[in-house]
């Protein structure tokens, strides 16, 4: 079975800019969540979409915007770059699992350095 | 509230065995979670141990999970180069509703002949 993957892999940008992001989850999964990845924060959650509906939402601000298709495949925008946009963007793949677990895994990520 | 901490580092001999100390806040999280990352990579989901369980063996990954102390760690057996990585330690609050995960600074774990 197929990982999750992310497009595209590298992204440079100017400040002022947007950027749209894109996740294709496992198959069969229908959660797609967002987080950013930085050297000073760590990993943040930025938001899930279940079943084309965001569910949760961490506190970023509304620059950070997402959508998920009928397919589950999930984009993630930005708009507006800052130079603190700057970092690896993870989208992460879940289902519940037969035991009732929760698992959730994670594409290669898109590694976006705005200038 | 919700925050979860981990040492920063971790050197440790070829053959050896690796212990990942982590520690989180919030007494609901129902899963707890422990992902690798190397450079340049996402996240890969080692193992996980549900809230109720106090042990979880994988292989050469032991799990061990104080939900008193809520203190969770990592054994990893036989150490290889090839575990040298980072080590995220994530918990999964109830409050936080559905798939949010709360992750840890990370370990990074290196290892020398």
């Known amino acids: 079975k197929a990982g999750v993957t992310q497009t595209p892999r590298y992204l440079i940008k100017t400040r002022g800019q947007q950027v749209t992001l894109s996740c294709s989850p496992i198959?069969?999964?229908?959660?797609v969540s967002w987080y950013q990845q930085t050297p000073g924060q760590g990993l943040q959650f930025l938001f899930e979409?279940?079943?084309?509906?965001?569910?949760n939402k961490g506190n970023f601000p509304g620059r950070f915007s997402g959508r998920q298709f009928s397919n589950s495949r999930s984009e993630m925008n930005v708009s507006t770059l800052e130079l603190g946009d700057s970092a690896l963007y993870l989208c992460?793949?879940?289902?519940?699992?037969?035991?009732?677990?929760?698992?959730?895994?994670f594409g290669p990520g898109t590694r976006l350095t705005v200038t | 509230g919700e925050d979860v901490e981990q040492s920063l580092f971790l050197s440790v001999r070829e053959g050896d065995s690796s212990v990942i100390n982590c520690t989180y806040t919030?007494?609901?999280?129902?899963?707890l979670y422990w992902y690798k990352q190397e450079p340049g990579a996402g996240l890969q989901l080692l193992t996980y141990?549900?809230?109720?369980?106090d042990m979880k063996q994988d292989q050469r990954l032991t799990v061990l999970l104080n939900k008193k102390d809520k203190h969770l760690s990592l054994r990893i057996a036989d150490t290889q180069t090839g575990d040298s990585a980072i080590y995220f330690c994530?918990?999964?609050?109830?409050?936080?509703?559905?798939?949010?995960?709360?992750f840890g600074a990370g370990t990074r774990l290196a290892v020398h002949p």
């Open positions: 992460a793949s879940s289902n519940r699992a037969p035991s009732g677990s929760y698992e959730q895994y």
């Open positions: 198959s069969g999964h229908r959660s």
């Open positions: 979409y279940f079943s084309e509906t965001q569910r």
């Open positions: 919030d007494s609901s999280s129902t899963y």
């Open positions: 141990i549900f809230s109720n369980m």
């Open positions: 994530a918990e999964r609050p109830l409050s936080g509703g559905y798939n949010k995960l709360i």
